[in-house]
C-alpha cells in the first residue's frame, strides 16, 4: 500500500513537470531497440523553465547549456538520492504513460503469433477447400500476392479475414468447379457474385475480393500473360478459364468478309447475313466464345489483312469487297486475337499498321504469336523514307525501339532511330491499294 502510494506520488511529481514526458519518451524508445532501459538521449531547444523542471531533480545545472545530454545512469543516481528510491524507473515510466514495457524484438514475436494465429483459423476453417494449398504458399510468403494479403492484414484485420471467407466460401459456386460441369456452361460475373455472395458487385474490378480470387485462379491455371493483353484483359481470359465471363461485351473486333461455325458445328447465320450484305461485323467475347472456326467468306481465299486504322479498313472493304479484313483499331485486344486464332491454320495474315514505335512493337508481337503466317505489309524503308510525316518522335517513344528484334523489322527501326519520325496508315493509303 505504502507503495503504491509513493508510486502515484512519483508519477504526479513528474506530470507537474512537463519536461519528464519528453524525457520518458525518448528513453522509451531506447527500451524498444535495447529491450531495457539504458543509453543517451539528447535535448537541444529546452525552454529555460524545462532546464529548471530537470535542475531540480536531477541536481545539475543547465542553466547556460543549449545541448542537453542525458545518460540513463544519471537519471538512476538522482532516483537513488530521492524520496522515491524505493521504486524503479520501469515502474515510474509504466503507471505515468500506463502502458506494458515491451521491446522492440519482444514486439515483433507477438505480433507474428498474432497473425500466425490470424491465418492458421482461416486454414483450418477451409481445410479442405480446393484453394487451400494454394493459400498456405500464399501466406508462407512463397506465392505472388503476398504483400496484398499483409498490406490489408495491417490495415483492417477484420475485413480481409471477412474477405477471405467469402472467397473461399465462393469457389464452389465457379462453373468450372461445380460438381459434374458442362463443357460449356458459363456465367456472367454479377450473377456468379450475387448467387456467392449475395452481392452482385462483390468482385467488380478493383475489389480485394476480385484481387484475391484472380491470384486462386492465375495459380490454379498456370496460364502466363500474353504480350498484346493488358492486364485486365489477362484477369477476364483467367475467369472466362474458370466459366465467368467479365467483360463479353465492351472487348470486341471489327471484322469484314467472313464465315463463321459454331460450337455445335452449325453455319453462323448472323455472321453469314452480314457478310452477304458486304458489311463489316462487330464481334464481342460473347459472340466469339460461341464459335469453333472462322473463315474467309469466300473459301478460295486463304489471306486475312489486319489494318490498324478504322479509316483504312473502311476504304479497304470498299475497294476490295471480296477479301477478308480484321481491324485492330490501334491495339490488339483480347477479341482480336481470339478471332484471329479462330481461323484454320492453313490461313495467311497480312498485317499492315502504323510506322511509328507501337507499330512496329504490335508488328513483332503478331510475328512471335503466328510466325510464317504472318506477313509484314508495307513495312518497307523507302516507302518509310517517302512518307515521313511531321509529327517527330520524343525519346520516350524512341526507347521502345530497344524492344524490336524481329530481323524484319531492323532496317526500319534502324532508320526510325536516325529519323525520328512517324509514318501513318493514312499517308500511305495508295500504296496499301496498289
Known amino acids: 500500500m505504502l507503495t503504491n502510494n509513493l ?31 539504458g543509453g543517451t538521449i539528447n535535448f537541444s531547444s529546452l525552454t529555460f523553465n524545462e532546464k529548471e523542471q530537470l535542475e531540480g531533480f536531477l541536481q545539475r545545472d543547465f542553466t547556460n547549456k543549449k545541448n542537453i545530454t542525458i545518460s540513463f545512469k544519471t537519471l538512476e543516481k538522482a532516483l537513488e538520492n530521492s524520496k522515491f528510491s524505493a521504486l524503479t524507473w520501469e515502474e515510474i515510466i509504466k503507471k505515468f504513460f500506463n502502458i506494458q514495457l515491451i521491446s522492440k524484438k519482444e514486439k515483433i514475436a ?12 482461416i486454414i483450418s476453417k477451409y481445410n479442405e477447400n480446393i484453394a487451400i494449398s494454394w493459400f498456405k504458399k500464399l501466406v508462407a510468403n512463397s506465392q505472388s500476392g503476398n504483400n496484398l494479403i499483409l498490406q490489408n492484414y495491417r490495415n483492417n484485420k477484420k475485413e480481409l479475414k471477412k474477405t477471405l471467407e467469402n472467397v473461399f466460401d465462393s469457389i464452389q459456386f465457379i462453373p468450372k468447379f461445380m460438381k459434374n460441369p458442362s463443357e460449356d456452361y458459363q456465367e456472367i460475373l454479377p450473377i456468379f457474385a450475387a448467387t456467392a455472395t449475395g452481392n452482385p458487385h462483390y468482385f467488380d474490378e478493383g475489389t480485394l475480393g476480385e484481387k484475391i480470387l484472380t491470384l486462386f485462379l ?13 492486364y485486365s484483359e489477362y484477369k477476364s481470359k483467367i475467369w472466362f478459364e474458370a466459366g465467368i465471363i467479365k467483360d463479353e461485351v465492351s472487348n470486341d473486333v471489327l471484322i469484314y468478309g467472313i464465315k463463321g461455325i459454331d460450337n455445335k458445328n452449325n453455319i453462323h447465320q448472323g455472321i453469314e447475313d452480314f457478310s452477304k450484305r458486304n458489311e463489316p461485323i462487330r464481334l464481342t467475347l460473347f459472340n466469339l466464345q460461341n464459335l469453333s472456326k472462322l473463315f474467309p467468306y469466300d473459301e478460295r481465299e486463304e489471306i486475312i489483312y489486319i489494318v490498324e486504322n478504322p479509316a483504312i479498313f473502311s476504304l479497304f472493304i470498299k475497294k476490295f469487297p471480296n477479301r477478308t479484313v480484321v481491324c485492330g483499331n490501334g491495339q490488339i485486344r483480347r ?3 481470339m478471332a484471329l486464332d479462330l481461323f484454320d491454320i492453313n490461313c495467311k495474315f497480312y498485317y499492315s499498321g502504323d510506322l511509328d514505335p507501337e507499330g512496329l512493337l504490335i508488328a513483332q508481337k503478331l510475328k512471335n504469336r503466328y510466325g510464317t503466317r504472318l506477313f509484314l505489309w508495307k513495312y518497307e524503308v523507302e516507302l518509310y523514307k517517302a512518307h515521313l510525316s511531321d509529327i517527330e518522335l520524343d525519346e520516350s517513344r524512341l526507347k521502345k525501339l530497344t524492344s524490336i528484334e524481329d530481323p524484319d523489322l531492323l532496317s526500319l527501326k534502324e532508320e526510325m532511330l536516325i529519323r525520328k519520325r512517324a509514318v501513318y496508315q493514312e499517308q500511305i493509303i495508295t500504296e496499301l491499294f496498289l
Open 7 to 37: 508510486l502515484q506520488e512519483a508519477v504526479n511529481y513528474f506530470k507537474e513537470r512537463e519536461v519528464y514526458e519528453k524525457v520518458f519518451k525518448k528513453f522509451l524508445v531506447k527500451y524498444e531497440g535495447l529491450g531495457h532501459f
Open 110 to 121: 507477438l505480433e507474428n503469433e498474432e497473425k500466425d494465429l490470424f491465418f492458421q483459423e
Open 335 to 337: 477479341a482480336v486475337l
Open 218 to 230: 492465375i495459380d490454379f491455371y498456370k496460364i502466363t500473360k500474353e504480350d498484346f493483353l493488358s
